[in-house]
């Protein structure tokens, strides 16, 4: 007999078992199990389903689901509220292939069996993985060919909501797969290589092209340059694709200029080149040739300084003309007519424009509508700064957001802002400089500015000391963001002590800022965070500070 207490004597025996059936040595922990449960007459510190559960564990090791189940119930008994017995019990019939009766076990301890136990959700869990199995056998056992018990109707609708890749791939199931898949939508109207990992080669294109009875979409990666010299001269042919409504070409080597995408009555075209530039003029043309157009996007546009470039269509809606990296835009002047016309990357000059997008620009002048409530530059410099005479200058009145990153603050912008009524401004971004220092006072003190709601301003040192309390002024203040400040601690301050409205504060690269402006904030219902980032520390090694 053991001289160890009997209250570690059934916990070891039980750590035996653990250890016995990691080395797969079941026999083994079938020992230690047993022998726990009859050293439990003298020792109750570990309760009996306990014990049950791992003799349980060990029956289903050794594939005894009979044995198994008999103990499983035994601990259902002992406490009809823990879902250890559940569990179990439905283990163990699933193992004897029988899930009806599992199902059984787990939904009557699903009714039994509290929330709050721990093992509540694993008994959710084997709920949802016997109805997924008894769901697969079910349609496994009952499955049929859809083409041979299906409507041929409800066949044509099924494979219509499958994607394009999905529809090639049952080509290869079987040859009445095979006649009724290539007749139907989506691959009797569409051309396209989706995820393509090899090379497209023309002898791919023809048998592409040959299953597109009534093209109306084209989908194209990057092609060699014999596939795309085919898909030209396919093209070129518009008379066998009337339906054409779609082009879209990505990663493009050079421009399509030998495409004649102006032929066809498309609603889409999207091209992208990879290794050469859009000419603006190509650009005029398909807009010009395409008259029922709604969407047109080119990336890496290009236009010559010295013309004038007129871009029209009746219908566009969305158009985007994306330049930088080897695509250079120093055209004099652009201008638009296009009613139509929503959504404009690049430029816009459209009576119902809302949301207005500048980036990386280098433009003469642009004039901006009425219309506008929401206007970014960013990274843009206009060779005149003053406003054309030949371009009307027009109040912004319905602008609520404004952001100015750019090196050279824009003084038609500026001119636009004085003619513009107060009241709507709400958000105000904008990065300051020696150059654009005066105008941002001046503009801190219109009341067109005192709407504001939420203002950020990188590097607001160069703002002189005159332009700080027009911030205060702005009384419907409720957030501001400094950027690269140096002594700005006092202003701040006194901004949460009289600014009512104002709930938060952030401070980025503000290292003169004191941390106990923090709980100091706090206590006035101001949220302030500061965040200091590339600080050199000892050892060469940078650090990042978050409060």
């Not at 395409?290 to 990336?299: G, I, N």
């Not at 290009?302 to 007129?310: A, E, K, L, M, Y």
């Not at 941002?440 to 504001?452: D, E, K």
């Amino acid at each position: 007999m053991s001289s160890e207490q009997p209250s570690t004597h059934v916990r070891r025996l039980l750590e035996d078992c653990l250890s016995a059936a990691r080395k797969h040595d079941y026999t083994l922990a079938l020992t230690a199990v047993n022998d726990a449960l009859r050293a439990r007459d003298s020792d109750k510190t570990v309760s009996l389903i306990n014990i049950l559960d791992h003799r349980v564990a060990v029956y289903l090791r050794m594939d005894l689901p009979d044995q198994a189940l008999k103990d499983a119930k035994a601990m259902i008994r002992l406490d009809p509220k823990d879902a250890r017995g559940y569990i179990r019990s439905g283990i163990a019939e699933r193992r004897k292939n029988n899930k009806t009766a599992a199902m059984r076990y787990f939904e009557y301890g699903l009714k039994k069996v509290p929330k709050s136990d721990a093992n509540h959700a694993l008994l959710v869990k084997e709920i949802k993985e016997t109805t997924e199995q008894i769901r697969l056998e079910v349609v496994l056992s009952q499955a049929q060919d859809p083409l041979s018990v299906l409507p041929f109707e409800v066949v044509e609708l099924v494979l219509s909501f499958l994607d394009y890749r999905s529809n090639v791939r049952l080509l290869r199931v079987s040859r009445s797969w095979n006649k009724i898949v290539k007749s139907s939508r989506p691959l009797i109207e569409t051309l396209a290589f989706p995820n393509s990992t090899k090379q497209i080669t023309p002898r791919a294109l023809v048998a592409a092209l040959g299953r597109c009875r009534t093209l109306k979409t084209v989908k194209l990666p990057q092609l060699p340059g014999t596939t795309a010299d085919y898909l030209g001269r396919a093209l070129t042919h518009s008379e066998r694709y009337p339906t054409l409504q779609h082009f879209e070409w990505r990663s493009a080597e050079r421009y399509p200029k030998w495409l004649p995408i102006s032929q066809y009555d498309l609603r889409v075209v999207i091209v992208e080149c990879s290794r050469a530039v859009i000419p603006i003029e190509w650009v005029h043309a398909v807009l010009r040739g395409c008259k029922s157009l709604d969407t047109a996007k080119f990336k890496h546009v290009s236009g010559p300084s010295g013309i004038d470039i007129q871009l029209r269509s009746d219908s566009l809606r969305e158009l985007e003309l994306h330049s930088g990296g080897s695509a250079y835009f120093d055209s004099d002047r652009i201008s638009f007519d296009c009613p139509q016309l929503r959504v404009l990357s690049y430029l816009r000059h459209m009576t119902k424009l809302r949301n207005f997008h500048l980036i990386d620009a280098r433009l003469p002048s642009i004039a901006l509508p009425t219309s506008p409530r929401q206007v970014q530059l960013v990274s843009c410099f206009f060779l005149v700064q003053s406003s054309v005479p030949e371009l009307p200058l027009t109040p912004l009145n319905e602008l609520e957001e404004l952001q100015v990153d750019c090196d050279v603050f824009p003084l038609f912008l500026l001119q636009s802002i004085q003619q513009s009524l107060p009241g709507n401004l709400l958000k105000f971004s904008v990065t300051a400089n020696d150059q654009s220092a005066g105008h941002l006072t001046r503009i801190m003190s219109m009341p067109w500015f005192q709407s504001l709601k939420s203002l950020r301003i990188i590097n607001p040192d160069f703002i002189s000391v005159d332009g700080f309390p027009y911030i205060k002024s702005c009384l419907a203040l409720e957030e501001l963001r400094l950027e690269q400040a140096g002594s700005i601690g006092a202003f701040v301050s006194d901004l949460i002590r009289e600014a009512a409205q104002l709930r938060r504060v952030t401070l980025l690269h503000c290292p003169n800022v004191a941390r106990d402006i923090i709980p100091w904030a706090k206590e006035r219902g101001v949220e302030v965070e500061i965040h200091q980032r590339d600080i050199p520390a000892a050892g060469g090694r940078r650090v990042v500070e978050t409060y």
